[in-house]
């Protein structure tokens, strides 16, 4: 077994969410820092100390798009960030109450179906593509990919 490339234990935490409605999933277009204006992403962010997973996430949709959600299992890989700062993980969430709102750090929210052209159409942050390919594997006939 090889070692990571990367040591965990300095890595800042950030968790995303795959939410998902009637076959759909949500993406979020950022708005800072300036570097990743533009860019495409499942919501979510930085763990605050202390807090789990599952707490972070339900917290970052809360404050980012006004909506409760239900945490599911982790979908598609855990990824460092191209910047080597971030170790991001993402889960699978229900939408429990609220329609999503681009309220902080995002100025656009839409909903996308997984294994179509308009997902790939618009710019993705880099490590969200591997999710996005978990995705439309998933959306093929006869598949689903842990």
Same mark, same amino acid.
Request: contains cysteine.
């Given at each position: ?12 935490? @950030? %968790?995303? !969410? %795959? ?8 993406? !979020?277009?950022?708005? +800072? #820092? +300036? ?13 605050? #100390? ?9 917290? +970052?949709?809360? +404050?980012?798009?006004g %909506? ?6 982790? @979908? ?14 993402t ?5 429990? *109450?609220?329609? #999503? ?5 995002? *100025?656009?929210?839409?909903?996308? !179906?997984?294994g179509?052209?308009? @997902?790939?159409?618009v ?12 995705? *439309? ?10």
């Amino acid at each position: 077994m090889t070692e990571p490339q990367y040591a965990p234990e300095r890595l800042i935490p @950030v %968790v995303a !969410a %795959v939410i998902e409605r009637e076959g759909r999933f949500l993406g !979020a277009r950022r708005t +800072e #820092p +300036e570097a990743l204006r533009g860019l495409w992403e499942f919501p979510g962010g930085k763990t605050e #100390p202390g807090e789990d997973d599952v707490a972070a996430l339900i917290r +970052e949709c809360r +404050e980012e798009l006004g %909506v409760e959600i239900a945490v599911g299992d982790p @979908v598609g890989p855990e990824y460092v960030s191209p910047n080597g700062r971030f170790l991001v993980r993402t889960y699978r969430a229900e939408l429990l *109450d609220g329609e #999503p709102a681009a309220i902080e750090n995002h *100025d656009e929210v839409r909903w996308f !179906a997984p294994g179509t052209p308009e @997902v790939r159409d618009v710019p993705w942050l880099e490590g969200d593509l591997a999710i996005l390919d978990v995705l *439309d594997a998933e959306a093929a006939p006869g598949t689903r990919v842990a």
